[in-house]
């Protein structure tokens, strides 16, 4: 700093602009199919960052539980509220927008539906929901990984378009995803 200067006491401070990659679509085909992905993972989303949201205060409150049935009992009636807050919305959603909610769960969480169902209820549950789960053609096993399925790419890239946009409220995910690395990867795929 230089005595006397006055730009420091007149500066603006303006809020992080971040350039997202250019996205280029291959075919009309493709472009249709992003754009249903698009729509759905808008859709879906605020439940993965509300379910993340209670995961968190659930674990607090748990953490001040001193005894393991008190902890199983305040788990059950969490569950219960949940359950009855959500259940009909959860029935209206596409095979494919379960499975888009099970991943955005673990991008937020860092843990799988099926990790989330053992610790928080029991291996057997867990067990028995994802044999349920199986019977749609889907798995609460699926992680949330950019870096080896394309689909997870397109959905961090919506997300992160839409962050940007305003359109959703970011959350911190549990890993941080290079959208600039993941672009570079997947265009040089054949």
Known sequence: MIVGDTIIDSSI????VVLLPKLRHQSSDHRRR?????????KVYPYA????????????????LKSQRKRKRYTRRVQKFVEDEF????????????????????RQTGETAFDLIKELQSG????????????FKMSLKTPFDPETSEEDYLI??????QFQS???EPQAAYKFFDLYFLSKYWKSKP
């Not at 029935?91 to 955005?104: D, P, V, W, Y």
């Not at 057997?124 to 019977?135: D, Q």
């Not at 961090?156 to 378009?161: C, Y």
């Open 13 to 16: 401070n303006l809020s992080e």
């Open 34 to 42: 992003y754009l249903i992905l698009k729509r759905k993972t808008i």
């Open 49 to 64: 960052k509300l379910a993340a949201e209670r995961l968190e205060s659930l674990n607090k409150r748990i953490a001040n």
């Open 87 to 106: 259940t009909e919305e959860l029935k209206k959603f596409t095979i494919t927008e379960g499975q888009i909610l099970i991943k955005l769960i673990h």
């Open 124 to 135: 057997w549950r867990a067990f028995w929901y994802n044999n349920t789960a199986k019977l």
């Open 156 to 161: 961090e890239d919506i997300l992160q378009r």
């Open 166 to 168: 305003g359109t959703l």
